[in-house]
């Protein structure tokens, strides 16, 4: 029997005391949804644990280009990406220089289209799973271009949508294990017109909260479509400890990377992650490397 089915157990022997007090009368309803909430995440969590792990194909992800594919190109990205995921690591667990709220969440964001939000959220992900003591869930929280859910294969599927618009699914129903050690997935599902608002609402809050797991040293990860191009994408940043942002090296303008900044909470740990620059072509054939521009700004500072 697991911690949570048993947490379950010992409150179902308490309500009836619980109940004939009158002086928790007023606690016995909030008890009574915690049950429930506790017994839903145990049986989609028990679910989700006994389904097949989805396979990852690596060279699909190569060949679509959010693989790097050689090992130069793979140990340099390898080494750019520990020095990006140390920060939010230890932001997570609370080694940081400030608490934040939510820090386990992290999104990949960027000013414009096209600046790699998509290829780092995933290496990213795929880095932070590698770590020994932290488990991924990485979440496509770009609707429209849901390109992360392609490229996995799990079109059709249901995802974050689907639990964001109908109440009596749990959360954890949606997470989809695979078989790359600690990396869990959350595609998109079905597509709402609504996306903003359904970000917006008390029961994101729930599904992320949800999503977070049991497990206090469980990452989620967002792709998610560009800050000044949908306003979605600003309401999901605003859920968010973390936020990382991308910024392709001579492609965007400085005024479009202010005016995202500018979209963000001053209470968040922000990022940023100088993306495709141009290395001479003897000493890097793909021209593009990460760089990491800041490691992060805080209330305050510049
Ligand atoms: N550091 C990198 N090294 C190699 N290729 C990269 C790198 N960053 C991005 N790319 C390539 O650039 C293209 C755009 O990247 P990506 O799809 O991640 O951008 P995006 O910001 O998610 O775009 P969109 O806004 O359309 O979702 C992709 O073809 C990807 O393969
Ligand atoms: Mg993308």
Redesign the pocket.
Known sequence: MSIVEKAVEKLKTLQPELLASPSVEAVAPHSASTIERLSGRARTEQATESAPLWHVDQMALERA??L?AGNEANDRLADELRRVKRPLMDNAIGNGTKVLAHAGRIVVT?AV????????ALNLALSLARELDFEVLLVDG?IP?S?ITRVLGLSGRPGLMDVLVDERRHPAEVIVRTDVPNLLVVPVGERHPLTAELFGSLRMEYVLEELGGRNLHRLVVFDS??LLATSESQVLASHMGQVVV?IAAGHTGQHAVNSALQSLNDSQYVGLIL??SCLPASENH?D???GLYSRGRFAGEA
């Not at 289209?113 to 780092?120: A, I």
């Open positions: 280009g959010l790097p960027s289209p096209g600046e790699g939000k998509t290829f780092t770009d271009k390109h479509s560009p991308v993306n495709m793909y593009n490397y990460y």
